[in-house]
C-alpha cells in the first residue's frame, strides 16, 4: 500500500467526488428515516493543503484552490462544508458533518497509521465507527444495515492491476446486500479502453434477473482521455440515484467545469445511463 492521499487530497478529482457527495447526502437526509454511510476506503479525513505532502504535488492549486475563486451557486453547499471544516476534509468528514442525529458513518482504512488518524479525528464521535479493514470485505459485513437505508461510498486508491473488477464485484456485492441503497464509486480516467470493460461488466451484471438496476457513469473529462500514463478525468458510478439528479447534477457538474477545467480539447461532462430502473 503506497497510495497515501495526503498528496492528492483537494485535487481536481476529489472536488469533483466530494462535490457530487455532498450534493447526495442533501438529497438523501430529506427523508427522515436514518440513513447509515458506508466509506469503504475513508483516508485520514483531513488535509492539511500546506503540508509537504501536498505541496509536493501542488494538485490543489489547481483542484479546490482554484475553484473556491468561483462564487457559482451550484458550488456554495460544497464550498461552504469545505470552508466550514477547516483543513481540507477529506469523505468522512464531509459525511460526518451532514449526518443528522439518528444517521451513522462507518468508515474503514486498511493502513494503519491512517486509521489511527481517522480514529483519532472522530474520537468521541458516536455517530462515526472507523475500522482498520479491508474496505471491500466490509461491504458484505456490515450491508444490510438495521437502518435499510445506506449511502455506500467506494473510493479506492487504483494502485493494482485489477482495481476495476474489484470495484465492479464491489458494487454488485452492495446492490445485492441492500437493493435499494444508493452505491457512489469513484475511477480514475486516463484513457478509454478500462472503461468500456467496466461498464460492459455492470451492463453484463444487470442483465441478470437479481442483477444491477437504475445506474449512472458520471464522466468529468479535463481533456481528451488519451494519455494513458494522466489523470485526464475521474468519473463516479451512481447507483439508485435520487430523482432529481436530472435537474441538480448538469449545472452541478457544469460550474465544476467552469472552475476547474482549463478549457483543453476534449474538455467535457456526461452523464451516460448504463442500466435502467
Ligand atoms: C483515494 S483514498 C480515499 C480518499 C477518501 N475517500 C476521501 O475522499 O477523502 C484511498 C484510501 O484507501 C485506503 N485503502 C487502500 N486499500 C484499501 C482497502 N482494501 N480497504 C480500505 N482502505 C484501503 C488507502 O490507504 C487510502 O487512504
Same mark, same amino acid.
Given at each position: 500500500m503506497n497510495y497515501r492521499h495526503a498528496y492528492h487530497a483537494g485535487n481536481f478529482a476529489d472536488c469533483v467526488k466530494h462535490a457530487i457527495l455532498v450534493w447526495l447526502l442533501g438529497e438523501l437526509t430529506e427523508k427522515a428515516k436514518p440513513l447509515l454511510v458506508l466509506d469503504t476506503h475513508a483516508g485520514i479525513g483531513h488535509y492539511d493543503l500546506n503540508a509537504v505532502e501536498a505541496q509536493k504535488t501542488g494538485e490543489a492549486a489547481r483542484g479546490i484552490l482554484k475553484l473556491q475563486m468561483r462564487a457559482d451557486e451550484a458550488l456554495a453547499p460544497y464550498l461552504k462544508i469545505v470552508e466550514k471544516l477547516?483543513?481540507?476534509?477529506?469523505? #468522512?468528514?464531509i459525511s460526518a458533518a451532514m449526518l443528522r442525529a439518528n444517521d451513522r458513518l462507518i468508515a474503514c482504512e486498511l493502513h494503519p497509521d491512517d486509521a489511527a488518524l481517522l480514529r483519532?479525528?472522530?474520537? $468521541?464521535?458516536?455517530?462515526?465507527?472507523?475500522?482498520?479493514?479491508? *474496505?471491500?470485505?466490509? !461491504?458484505?459485513?456490515?450491508?444490510?444495515?438495521?437502518?435499510?437505508?445506506? %449511502?455506500? /461510498? !467506494? =473510493?479506492?486508491?487504483?494502485?493494482?492491476?485489477?482495481?476495476?473488477?474489484?470495484l465492479t464485484?464491489?458494487?454488485?456485492?452492495?446492490?445485492?446486500? /441492500? #437493493?435499494? *441503497?444508493?452505491? @457512489?464509486a469513484w475511477y480514475p480516467i486516463k484513457h478509454r479502453a478500462p472503461l468500456r470493460s467496466f461498464y460492459q461488466a455492470l451492463q453484463d451484471d444487470a442483465q441478470r434477473p437479481q442483477g444491477l438496476r437504475d445506474i449512472l457513469a !458520471?464522466?468529468?473529462? %479535463?481533456?481528451? #482521455? %488519451? =494519455?494513458?500514463?494522466? @489523470?485526464? *478525468?475521474? $468519473?463516479?458510478? @451512481?447507483?439508485n440515484p435520487p430523482w432529481k439528479f436530472t435537474t441538480h447534477l448538469p449545472p452541478l457538474l457544469s460550474a465544476l467545469m467552469n472552475g476547474l477545467g482549463d478549457n483543453e480539447p476534449g474538455q467535457n461532462f456526461s452523464i451516460i445511463r448504463l442500466a435502467d430502473e
Open positions: 477547516g483543513l481540507y476534509p477529506g469523505s #468522512p468528514a483519532r479525528y472522530f474520537a $468521541g464521535d458516536k455517530q462515526v465507527a472507523v475500522h482498520c479493514r479491508d *474496505g471491500y470485505e466490509a !461491504i458484505g459485513a456490515f450491508l444490510p444495515p438495521p437502518e435499510k437505508r445506506a %449511502l455506500t /461510498l !467506494i =473510493d479506492p486508491p487504483f494502485e493494482v492491476e485489477d482495481e476495476f473488477e474489484k464485484d464491489a458494487i454488485k456485492t452492495a446492490y445485492r446486500r /441492500l #437493493p435499494g *441503497g444508493c452505491i @457512489l !458520471i464522466e468529468f473529462l %479535463l481533456r481528451e #482521455p %488519451l =494519455d494513458p500514463a494522466r @489523470l485526464n *478525468g475521474c $468519473g463516479v458510478i @451512481l447507483v
